[in-house]
């Protein structure tokens, strides 16, 4: 079936620093790429999508491109701060389909 | 004002005794579903229904049974509740098919005792 994976399950970083949390994905067709934030007691957030290889997906100083060849959609932020500091999901579906398929989720620990 | 109600915010049950969680999106979606948040599974994907019709289910058990009285509502049954069964509900809403985004409810917390 299809999957989506996120090799980090923990980041630490202090503020400023630069943020890359890797996906992968497996899929049986051409899926749309989500990325997603949760912050504790919230339901998740998106916070944006792809849907063609090579396109970029961006929100908040966030970005993630696309890349079919790769199946990755790693997501990275120039300059992270404690705001940031939360769980993100990477997730897809695809087109027609109405499962959403997510990954593990990675949590993301921003230190003043 | 929130675009996806979810009551009640906690919820405690005994083993045994069934209950009926609430979700109404205020989007103009047509597509709903539901997850389910646990520290054992992050985020499971459990239901998902277009045009109030039943497009998938991923839930093994029939003691979860989604109901749609309204296009814009979706709730949840549960059955025979389990300790297993505690978890964060979330209800979610997007367009319906086009690989749309997502939005999620604030979710309802389920206690089993």
């Known amino acids: 079936g299809d999957s989506v994976t996120q090799t980090e399950g923990q980041v630490a970083l202090s503020e400023e620093d630069f943020l890359t949390i890797h996906c992968n994905y497996s899929?049986?067709?051409?899926?749309?790429l989500f990325w997603y934030v949760q912050y504790p007691g919230e339901g998740p957030q998106f916070l944006f999508r792809?849907?063609?290889?090579?396109e970029k997906g961006s929100s908040r100083g966030f970005e993630a491109t696309y890349n079919k060849e790769a199946t990755s959609f790693h997501l990275q932020k120039a300059s992270v701060q404690e705001s940031d500091s939360a769980v993100y999901y990477c997730?897809?579906?695809?087109?027609?389909?109405?499962?959403?398929?997510f990954g593990a989720g990675t949590r993301l620990k921003v230190i003043a | 004002d929130p675009k996806i109600i979810q009551k009640p915010k906690y919820l405690v049950a005994v083993t045994g005794s069934e209950k009926i969680l609430i979700c109404e999106q205020y989007?103009?979606?047509?597509?709903m579903y539901w997850y389910r948040q646990s520290a054992k599974k992050p985020l499971e994907f459990m239901f998902s229904?277009?045009?109030?019709?039943?497009?998938d289910n991923q839930t093994a058990s029939s003691r979860f049974q989604p109901q749609s009285s309204k296009k814009n509502h979706l709730d949840l049954q549960i059955t025979a509740l389990k300790p297993d069964d505690s978890a964060t509900y979330f209800c979610?809403?997007?367009?319906?098919?086009?690989?749309?985004?997502?939005?999620f409810g604030p979710g309802t917390r389920l206690t089993v005792l």
């Open positions: 899929a049986s067709g051409y899926p749309a």
């Open positions: 979610a809403s997007s367009q319906a098919g086009l690989g749309a985004e997502q939005f």
């Open positions: 792809a849907s063609r290889d090579k």
């Open positions: 229904y277009s045009y109030q019709k039943l497009m």
């Open positions: 997730a897809l579906t695809l087109t027609g389909n109405y499962k959403y398929v």
């Open positions: 989007l103009g979606h047509n597509a």
